[in-house]
């Protein structure tokens, strides 16, 4: 088999579309920064119904997945083993799902919650408190994940199940779409899931880069600047361009393996040098709230006092993950060989939330503290300062603040490397013709998304805001809402085709690329 050959119908578009946007907003920041709020205030207030809605319907759907007759269904044949330990595995999903932004939000979101609470709560009260932590871990918690699992299952599925050699999001819409897939209707699919890659990730860059700039600046006394902003940004891509170059089993995999660790010394640090007993205590006080009120907050759109708390905050997280969700679903599928669908929506929504859940309960615990006990006025700090210039105050006040400081440094860096470096990778895949299960697309074409995804930084850091930041996911998201119920469909056909209505295992005859494939599932 020869090496995996360059897609040109679906590489070239994406490519000069995805640049053709970053130029027009370099170039034209006043009309872009009017565009990306028009934008953002149309899709948060017009179809804040509509994701709050779908969001819960999709974690219902996996529920019934997961415990249902369809749980044990396996992606791959009987004798497909896992590729990757289950610890590794995890450890890679995760990675790849939260980047820096988990790092970023764990201390500026709960700040954000008591100055602007929900419900109509008085800013700063202790009953603001009570949901400043509450809403952080709903906002990356099981429904966050359910988002993301969704198109992982079709797209394994067709992959692993069904043999199709193009590991793409189109492929799997094949049982709905038939061949209109092969044509003109899959490039446009493809194209939209690199686009919601692209601007999804920009998120991720326009929050984490003044963030390490910031970092960078407290440690070693460096003048903030674009410039700075610019050279940092250089770095991260000279690191997370040489991980995708190394490939999927040498960098991805080392990365997000050094990155658990580094976030793990992170979160024990701070909970034994921090007051422990408060962060365990708000940490249960806010499981039991969020529990309490899962149902409200997921369907809470505010539409009589129009505080604008949920567009706000749900339906653009909700927005985000949706942009990031085929992403997800490419490359969870692609290192999910071996495992039960079961399992797979297992590791997403139980160990995804629950390591969210942990820098949420610690990080954002230890933020409470400092600011209710009067050590550090952090809403002041917020308002007026920003977000990067609070989270190195709060991580100065622990103790040796200079080694935390480099500690943080180390796992900003690696957090992000790892999660756009699988970006880069699908990206890479999604423009590669046939990619089998053994295979990796050419190294030159992974080191193009990578060059790709910082130029898209480069844009959202030249509009500035955090309204730019998160225009390019919920802008990105709309698209692909569609995407992901023809994959959720196409699912449910190949299930139901493969394994009838008692999930019993049989000759499955299938159609892909074009070419007639029987594939025994006995």
């Known amino acids: 088999m020869g090496k995996p050959q360059l897609d040109h119908k679906v590489f070239w578009p994406a490519f000069i579309v995805i640049f053709g946007i970053s130029l027009a907003i370099i170039t034209n920041r006043e009309a872009g920064t009017e565009i990306v709020n028009a934008a953002l205030a149309w899709a948060t207030y017009k179809l804040d119904w509509l994701f709050q809605t779908g969001t819960f319907l999709v974690f219902v759907f996996l529920m019934w997945v997961a415990f249902g007759r369809y749980g044990n269904v396996k992606l791959g044949g009987p004798d497909d083993k896992p590729e990757f330990s289950t610890i590794t595995w995890i450890g890679m999903l995760f990675c790849a799902g939260v980047g820096s932004s988990l ?142 170059y190394t490939g999927l089993y040498k960098g991805i995999k080392v990365l997000s393996n050094i990155n658990v660790y580094l976030a793990l010394a992170m979160l024990v640090l701070i909970l034994l040098a921090g007051p422990t007993v408060f962060i365990l205590s708000v940490f249960t006080d806010s499981i039991g709230v969020l529990f309490n009120n899962f149902f409200r907050m997921s369907f809470y759109t505010d539409p009589i006092a129009k505080s604008g708390f949920p567009q706000s905050w749900t339906v653009f997280y909700w927005a985000w993950w949706v942009a990031l969700a085929p992403y997800m679903g490419l490359f969870v599928a692609r290192i999910s060989k071996g495992r039960t669908l079961k399992q797979l929506i297992v590791a997403e929504l139980l160990w995804g939330t629950l390591g969210c859940w942990a820098f949420f309960g610690v990080v954002g615990g230890y933020t409470l503290h400092l600011e209710f006990n009067k050590i550090l006025p952090l809403s002041t700090l917020l308002s007026e300062s920003g977000g990067p210039a609070t989270i190195i105050a709060v991580l100065n006040t622990l103790p040796m603040p200079q080694v935390v400081l480099v500690l943080f440094l180390l796992l900003e860096f690696v957090f992000l490397a790892t999660c756009l470096d699988s970006s880069a990778y699908v990206c890479a895949s999604m423009a590669t013709k046939n990619l089998a299960e053994n295979e990796q697309p050419a190294r030159w074409n992974r080191i193009v998304w990578a060059l790709a995804l910082a130029a898209v930084g480069i844009a959202i850091l030249s509009l500035g805001g955090l309204s730019a930041i998160q225009t390019s996911s919920v802008v990105a998201a709309v698209p692909l809402i569609l995407v992901l119920v023809i994959l959720t469909m196409s699912f449910m056909k190949m299930l139901h085709e493969d394994h009838g209505v008692e999930c019993k295992p049989k000759e499955i005859t299938f159609k892909s690329s074009g070419r007639n494939n029987n594939i025994s599932a006995k």
Not at 204 to 222: D, H, I, N, Q, R
């Open 103 to 244: 790092i970023y939000w764990s201390v500026a979101e709960p700040l954000y919650y008591l100055q602007g609470p929900p419900f109509g709560i008085a800013v700063g009260s202790p009953e603001a408190a009570q949901w400043a932590i509450t809403y952080g871990m709903f906002h990356w918690g099981f429904s966050a994940w359910a988002l993301y699992a969704i198109p992982a299952l079709p797209i394994a599925y067709a992959y692993y199940v069904r043999k199709d050699t193009i590991l793409r999001a189109s492929t799997a819409c094949r049982p709905i779409l038939g061949n209109k897939v092969d044509g003109w209707l899959g490039k446009v699919i493809d194209i939209l899931v690199m686009f919601g890659i692209v601007g999804g990730f920009g998120t991720s860059l326009g929050l984490g880069v003044p963030l390490l700039a910031e970092a960078a600046s407290s440690l070693f006394g460096l003048q903030q600047s674009m410039g700075l902003n610019m050279a940092i940004l250089a770095i991260w891509t000279l690191i997370f361009g040489f991980s995708v």
